[in-house]
């Protein structure tokens, strides 16, 4: 009788391996188990559109936490080439600002946790300011064949989360923006990290919060840079060609903080940077786990953010 | 295994007041095959108020043009929810809404409901 040879393979081995034999997974390296998947050929997979809290009178929506948009099922397509479609199939997640000074648009999917631990957000995105036909050049750089003008009408975009360990413990949000251009239409093309607690409905109602003119910060200069996280993204020329980048960003549930991002080839240390935490409870929050996505414009042209795929794990 | 119909409502205008015409943002539909409008009036803005909705088709979401269905006409005070349907359309829809003998502004929730 011939003896099986043993197997040199460790689980995780193997496990990798059949990964990486799956197209749509090998593109991702997820933590040991995923929680999710989402390609948007399959629909809108959960992402909703975000809305702050209300008695059922959407006119008590405070001012920061309404109208942030419906999210679009995109095939991405222009004036000039049709449709450009995404990674695999035709259709990618769009979160669309107003043309409206400082709009953001926000999707959020829901989830809660299991064990508290590492997290990873893993997807490939691509972002572009909105087309606008006979655009006004005064102020601006002007085309010149490989600079376009609206590469500095996209403000910037926005990674959050929500971690509620229920009544008796903490509350959180990771957020980690990356601004493409100031408000004067200059590049900054950076990562920062937010130092204040996003203001949230009941702090406004009992008077903790003023309404703010960012949403994730009650001042809208608490941002401060990560460190080494200068990154110009490929705009490439004009605002209809869409390359997709790669972002893994992981954070830790038992530290509260974030972990590390990594966009593309370079990849930032963050374990060190505060997360700030609320100084009071919040009922009904209970090993809350929610996924943020936001765009915000700087100038009264819609900006875009487009998402395919995203994959989600953890480390329990 | 059979795949179900992908469905998704869009609130294109959450509760928001108009005191004049106005045309929601563009929204990509290339995925659904059937798109519904339903207008729901929150405050109906004076007795006299009209509002004409008309469905606009783009190519590109930026250039628009009007369907070939008559506009809805919307006589307020009346039921709180006007609704109608589009089934012919490219990528991008976008709802056009002329506004007249209102004394104040209209509150309006405007869904749009796609069905493959």
């Known amino acids: 009788m011939t003896a099986i040879a043993k197997s040199d393979l460790t689980a995780s081995q193997l496990v990798r391996a059949m990964r990486a034999s799956d197209p749509a997974l090998s593109r991702f390296n997820p933590l040991d188990r995923i929680l999710f998947v989402n390609d948007f050929d399959t629909g809108s997979n959960g992402w909703a559109e ?88 005064a102020g601006e750089r002007a085309w010149d064949g490989n600079f376009h003008p609206s590469a500095a009408q996209f403000g910037s975009f926005t990674l959050s989360n929500d971690v509620g360990e229920g009544e008796k413990g903490e509350r ?144 329990w | 295994m059979n795949a179900m119909r992908r469905f998704f409502t869009a609130v294109l205008e959450q509760g928001n007041s108009f005191d004049g015409d106005f045309q929601t943002d563009p929204y990509e539909t290339g995925w659904a095959s059937e798109a519904r409008w339903f207008v729901r009036v929150l405050d109906n803005g004076g007795r006299a108020t009209r509002i004409a909705f008309q469905t606009e088709l783009s190519p590109d979401g930026i250039v628009w043009v009007a369907d070939e269905t008559a506009p809805v006409e919307l006589t307020i005070p009346a039921p709180p929810l006007a609704t109608f349907l589009r089934k012919d359309f490219g990528n991008w829809l976008r709802l056009n809404a002329k506004i007249s003998g209102n004394e104040r502004p209209v509150k309006l929730v405007v869904y749009l409901a796609l069905k493959e």
């Not at chain 1, 450009?84 to 946790?113: C, E, P, V």
């Not at chain 1, 009650?218 to 490439?236: A, E, S, T």
Request: proline residues 6%; charged residues 25%; glycine residues 4%.
């Open chain 1, 172 to 315: 959180y949000h990771c957020a980690l923006r990356y601004v493409n251009a100031d408000h004067t239409g200059k590049l900054v093309q950076s990562w920062f990290y937010k130092t204040s607690v996003q203001p949230t409905t009941m702090m406004e109602r009992t008077g903790m919060a003023k309404s703010p003119d960012d949403y994730h910060v009650c001042h809208p200069d608490d941002w401060k840079p990560v460190p080494n996280g200068h990154q110009p993204l490929c705009y490439n020329e004009i605002p209809t060609k869409s390359n997709w980048h790669y972002l893994r960003w992981v954070f830790d549930t038992e530290r509260r903080r974030n972990t590390e991002l990594q966009v593309n080839d370079l990849t930032m240390d963050l374990r060190d940077l505060p997360v700030p935490l609320y100084d009071h409870p919040y009922w009904g929050c209970e090993r809350l786990l929610n996924f943020c996505l936001d765009v915000r414009t700087h100038s009264e042209v819609r900006n875009f953010l487009w998402v395919d795929s995203v994959v989600a794990s953890v480390d």
């Open chain 1, 50 to 137: 975000l809305s702050g809290n209300h008695d059922n009178n959407l006119d008590n929506l405070r001012a920061r936490a309404r109208d942030l948009r419906p999210p679009q099922l995109s095939s991405l397509t222009f004036f000039d080439t049709g449709t450009h479609g995404s990674i695999d199939g035709t259709y990618a997640l769009k979160l669309a600002t107003r043309a409206k000074l400082n709009h953001m648009s926000q999707a959020i999917k829901r989830f809660t946790y299991v064990k508290r631990g590492l997290v990873q957000f893993e997807m490939y995105f691509t972002f572009k300011a909105e087309t606008v036909f006979n655009q006004p050049e």
